[in-house]
């Protein structure tokens, strides 16, 4: 499973419609949010690397994103099968 922790920057004039978006996308959890910033930290976790890349581009081409850039990634060790 991979893990990602995302600043996401929005205009603050956009704030709800914003949230609303954000919280529309799988995958996508919305954690500590201040809205006189317009920052939003947001959680992205998924069982492939590519999905990883393909939602982050969805929140970037999010109208009302400012700014959306990873600050932090994790990748769960796989699962060994257990030994009897």
Do not use: K
């Amino acid at each position: 499973m991979y893990y990602a922790g995302l600043l996401v920057r929005v205009a603050p004039d956009t704030w709800e419609e914003a949230l609303e978006l954000l919280r529309a996308i799988p995958s996508v959890e919305l954690h500590q949010q201040e809205r006189e910033t317009g920052r939003v930290v947001v959680t992205v976790e998924s069982p492939e690397l590519d999905r990883q890349t393909t939602i982050l581009d969805e929140i970037r081409a999010l109208e009302p994103v400012l700014l959306a850039e990873p600050v932090y990634a994790y990748m769960s060790p796989p699962e060994s099968p257990e030994t009897p």
